[in-house]
């Protein structure tokens, strides 16, 4: 490294090589933990061939400042707890300079109170709950927020759909479902529309007979249904019957899954929902991250694995640009991001620490992901 003062995170660092009787070395670690086993090990495994890939990208291009970078990965086994155990030992034991990760936000709410409070900087590609970056200077992201997505579906419906009656479906429980049901309701309404019905069902129900029946008589033009992919096959099944069509169904980024059209493709033609990457978007960086994706691994990729690499490629980029190499440095040049060309779409980092982007929606034909169109996300 040319002199310079050494950051506490590089002091640590080189105490850690020379007691481990290593080689010395002047790579920048960067740490990641993930879900690489455990309940949501394919969040894990799908992000980190996206971060693979920036890697691989970042070094070919000379590395960080002209230093070659390395990813050292924590499993954190899908456990909020062992979050915080892996970033706890991938910044004390290791000295990485900066983290990535969690797809879960639990998991990113746990670990990023660590990296926050050890003043160590991290970027989770694909957690959306608001709460993960409130009043966590060193804590950012490079996906859009539940309101962001709440919001872009309901004006897509509004504005796209040309929708002035909606019905809402969601789990009464669970967070993720009833926050962006509060959400598209709030922003549907600020644009004029007007809420048919309302439904909140329990966590675990199977049998929606009795909702969508209520639903088809209220009339609604669009029936917003934030649930998991699940769910929605239940749910787009059980629809067909009572007369509901397809294409009223407009949902959130928890129905990107091959299993939703194993399940429900053909229930579900012609229906929408919101996401964050297809893989025919349009733009020159997304099919440049699709040809590179492709060449590396032969096959495609999905949503978190181009939020993997959006997520690698901004922290690797903030670096480089950082006025030197302490926390502050990269946390600072992180904030000051502003059209960062990502996989997902450009990027900038807003005073909250989230990304204002492009959402993208998505349509359902001929059981296959289609891209529709784009929305920006409003900060």
């Given at each position: 490294?040319?002199?310079?003062?050494?950051?506490?995170?590089?002091?640590a660092?080189?105490?850690?090589?020379?007691?481990?009787?290593?080689?010395?070395?002047?790579?920048?670690?960067?740490?990641?933990?993930?879900?690489?086993?455990?309940?949501?090990?394919?969040?894990?495994?799908?992000?980190?061939?996206?971060?693979?890939?920036?890697?691989?990208?970042?070094?070919?291009?000379?590395?960080?400042?002209?230093?070659?970078?390395?990813?050292?990965?924590?499993?954190?086994?899908?456990?909020?707890?062992?979050?915080?155990?892996?970033?706890?030992?991938?910044?004390?034991?290791?000295?990485?300079?900066?983290?990535?990760?969690?797809?879960?936000?639990?998991?990113?709410?746990?670990?990023?109170?660590?990296?926050?409070?050890?003043?160590?900087?991290?970027?989770?590609?694909?957690?959306?709950?608001?709460?993960?970056?409130?009043?966590?200077?060193?804590?950012?992201?490079?996906?859009?927020?539940?309101?962001?997505?709440?919001?872009a579906a309901?004006?897509?419906?509004?504005?796209?759909?040309?929708?002035?009656?909606?019905?809402?479906l969601?789990?009464?429980?669970?967070?993720?479902?009833?926050?962006?049901?509060?959400?598209?309701?709030?922003?549907?309404?600020r644009?004029?529309?007007?809420?048919?019905i309302?439904?909140g069902?329990?966590?675990?129900?199977?049998?929606?007979?009795?909702?969508?029946?209520?639903?088809?008589?209220?009339?609604?033009?669009?029936v917003?249904?934030?649930?998991?992919?699940?769910?929605?096959?239940?749910?787009?099944?059980?629809?067909?019957?009572v007369?509901?069509?397809?294409?009223?169904?407009?949902?959130?980024?928890?129905?990107?899954?091959?299993?939703?059209?194993?399940?429900?493709?053909?229930?579900?033609?012609?229906?929408?929902?919101?996401?964050?990457?297809?893989?025919?978007?349009?733009?020159?960086?997304a099919?440049?991250?699709?040809?590179?994706f492709?060449?590396?691994?032969?096959?495609?990729?999905?949503?978190?694995?181009?939020q993997?690499?959006?997520?690698?490629?901004?922290?690797?980029?903030?670096?480089?640009?950082?006025?030197?190499?302490?926390?502050?440095?990269?946390?600072?040049?992180?904030?000051?991001?502003?059209?960062?060309?990502?996989?997902?779409?450009?990027?900038?980092?807003?005073?909250?620490?989230?990304a204002?982007?492009?959402?993208?929606?998505?349509?359902?034909?001929?059981?296959?992901?289609?891209?529709?169109?784009?929305?920006?996300?409003?900060?």
């Amino acid at each position: 490294m040319p002199a310079r003062p050494v950051s506490p995170v590089f002091a640590a660092l080189g105490a850690l090589v020379l007691l481990s009787c290593k080689s010395q070395t002047n790579d920048v670690r960067v740490g990641a933990y993930l879900s690489l086993s455990g309940a949501d090990s394919t969040f894990g495994t799908d992000t980190r061939e996206g971060i693979e890939l920036a890697l691989e990208q970042v070094n070919a291009a000379g590395g960080v400042k002209g230093h070659k970078v390395t990813v050292l990965y924590e499993d954190d086994k899908s456990s909020a707890q062992e979050a915080s155990n892996k970033v706890r030992e991938l910044i004390d034991r290791d000295g990485v300079v900066a983290l990535l990760g969690e797809v879960a936000s639990s998991r990113s709410m746990s670990g990023g109170l660590i990296a926050n409070t050890k003043h160590v900087p991290m970027v989770t590609p694909s957690s959306t709950a608001n709460e993960v970056t409130r009043d966590r200077a060193y804590v950012f992201r490079t996906c859009f927020t539940n309101t962001q997505q709440g919001d872009a579906a309901a004006r897509y419906a509004h504005d796209q759909m040309k929708s002035h009656a909606a019905a809402i479906l969601y789990v009464a429980q669970d967070n993720y479902s009833s926050g962006l049901a509060q959400t598209f309701r709030d922003s549907f309404k600020r644009q004029g529309g007007t809420i048919a019905i309302e439904k909140g069902y329990q966590k675990g129900e199977t049998n929606f007979t009795t909702y969508l029946s209520d639903v088809k008589a209220a009339a609604p033009d669009v029936v917003f249904v934030p649930v998991y992919y699940a769910d929605m096959v239940q749910i787009a099944r059980q629809a067909k019957p009572v007369g509901l069509a397809s294409s009223l169904f407009v949902g959130g980024d928890a129905w990107d899954s091959a299993d939703l059209l194993e399940g429900a493709g053909a229930e579900l033609e012609g229906a929408h929902f919101v996401d964050h990457f297809a893989p025919d978007v349009p733009s020159p960086s997304a099919q440049a991250f699709l040809t590179a994706f492709r060449a590396k691994f032969g096959h495609e990729p999905g949503s978190l694995t181009a939020q993997g690499y959006d997520g690698a490629g901004l922290l690797f980029d903030a670096m480089s640009r950082a006025k030197g190499t302490s926390a502050d440095a990269i946390k600072d040049a992180l904030a000051a991001t502003k059209n960062y060309a990502g996989a997902t779409g450009a990027l900038t980092i807003d005073a909250n620490h989230d990304a204002i982007k492009p959402v993208v929606v998505v349509a359902i034909q001929a059981k296959k992901f289609v891209y529709a169109t784009q929305i920006q996300s409003a900060p």
